[in-house]
């Protein structure tokens, strides 16, 4: 299904259910509404589970991690949920960091738009200059996380932007994730010896520069603009990867 397409179902649900599309979309009872009869937080090693059994629907959501990410997870079971009916009995799980299937790329997807409609987005963020701070925006207003909200404005908007982000463990600093990268830099983007020592440089420095930032495309040395915030111990930098950085080695 497209992109297109599934905006329109997540669109559709929202007003055949009875909600206004206008964030932060109550997901809890969206739940409730699809017919989802408990919602339990507990110890996984999923991020969440969908179980329909015996006539009886339960979503169980990881009870260790932030509440924007529980957010997503839940709509993204609700997506299960819309592609099964509620007849089928079944399980299924969301791993952190893991998409095998359509079906699980579907509802990512289906997650995103439930959580951050697009007329929504086009109608307060269109015409806005890829920022840190209107994806922050977007983040606080939805209740998403930052790496969700500029994967969705890369959709939506056409923002030709990523996410990256450290942390520094004992003294060092290390990229932890890396969201909405072009297609075939998936797996290819790594920090350098001299990115650390830009991080290092910066730390503490909490308000959001603009620079140039040295990163390791495919093990090659590139210079990155970016938008980028680094405080004591974690950093996240939006990045715009050229198209030579996608096709071919420096």
């Known amino acids: ?40 937080r507990l110890s996984l ?10 006539g009886c629907t339960t ?24 592609l099964a009916g509620p007849e089928r009995e079944l399980v299924a799980r969301r791993m952190g960091g893991v ?8 509802c990512d997807q289906f997650a995103a ?20 701070g209107i994806a ?22 056409g923002w030709q932007t990523s996410l990256l982000h450290w942390r520094r463990y004992e003294g060092r600093w290390r990229m932890t994730t890396a969201a909405a990268l072009p297609r075939g830099l998936h797996n290819q983007v790594t920090s350098s010896r001299e990115t650390r020592l830009v991080l290092e440089r910066l730390a503490g420095c909490d308000r959001d520069l603009r620079g140039i930032l040295p990163l390791a495309v495919r093990g ?17 930098a939006m990045a715009a990867f050229s198209e030579a950085m996608h096709d071919s080695p420096h």
């Open 220 to 236: 090659e040395a590139w210079r990155v603009p970016v938008e980028i915030a680094v405080s004591r111990n974690g950093a996240v």
């Open 136 to 157: 922050r925006n977007l983040a606080e207003r939805s209740k998403s996380s930052l790496s969700a909200s500029v994967v969705r404005l890369r959709e939506v908007l």
């Open 1 to 40: 299904m497209s992109s297109e397409a599934i905006d329109r179902l997540a669109k559709w649900l929202l007003e055949h259910l009875g909600f206004d599309a206008r964030p932060p979309i109550p997901i809890e009872s969206v739940a409730i509404a699809l017919g989802v009869d408990r919602i339990h």
């Open 45 to 54: 090693v999923e991020d969440g589970r969908l179980e329909q059994r015996g």
């Open 113 to 132: 738009a439930l959580l951050m409609p697009s007329e929504w987005i086009r109608s307060e963020f269109a015409g806005t200059a890829p920022q840190l």
């Open 59 to 82: 979503i169980f959501l990881r009870d260790d991690v932030p509440m924007t990410r529980q957010r997503f997870t839940l709509a993204h079971e609700l997506g299960h949920l819309v």
């Open 99 to 106: 998409r095998f299937s359509s079906e699980e790329r579907f």
